[in-house]
Nanobody
Framework: VQLQASGGGLVQPGGSLRFSCAAS????????MGWYRQAPGKQRELVAS???????NYVDSVKGRFTISRDNAKNTVYLQMNSLKPEDTALYYC??????????????WGQGTLVTVSS
C-alpha cells in the first residue's frame, strides 16, 4: 500500500491550504485515515482522523480551523486548513490503517509534506 500526498507549501498567517492523500495498491479496505504533523524539536502528533463512516477527530489546537474528509471510492483523504497560524508550521504526514487483499492489516504512511506559516 502506498500513500501519495500533495499540497503544502508556504502561506501567510490567516491563509489556507488543502492537502490530499491517495492510497493505492492491493487494498481490500481502509479503516481510519488521518493526518499527523511533526514540528521541529517536537514529537509527532495526530492532527485529525476520519473513520470509514465519516466520524472525525481533531486535536484541540485545530478545531474550528481544519476539516478532514475522505472519498472512500478514491481511497483519498483530504485536509482543509484555514486560519493558519505560525504554530501550524510542521511536516505533515498522511496515515492509513488498511487491509490488503491477503487480509493483512497495516499502518501506512505517506511522505512528509512541509507547511510553513510565515509572513
Amino acid at each position: 500500500v502506498q500513500l501519495q500526498a500533495s499540497g503544502g507549501g508556504l502561506v501567510q498567517p490567516g491563509g489556507s491550504l488543502r492537502f490530499s492523500c491517495a492510497a493505492s495498491g492491493s487494498i481490500f479496505g481502509i479503516n481510519d485515515m488521518g493526518w499527523y504533523r511533526q514540528a521541529p524539536g517536537k514529537q509527532r502528533e495526530l492532527v485529525a482522523s476520519v473513520g470509514s463512516v465519516g466520524n472525525t477527530n481533531y486535536v484541540d489546537s485545530v478545531k474550528g480551523r481544519f476539516t478532514i474528509s475522505r472519498d472512500n471510492a478514491k481511497n483519498t483523504v483530504y485536509l482543509q486548513m484555514n486560519s493558519l497560524k505560525p504554530e501550524d508550521t510542521a511536516l505533515y504526514y498522511c496515515n492509513a490503517h488498511a487491509i490488503t487483499y491477503d487480509r493483512r492489516r497495516g499502518n501506512y504512511w505517506g511522505q512528509g509534506t512541509l507547511v510553513t506559516v510565515s509572513s
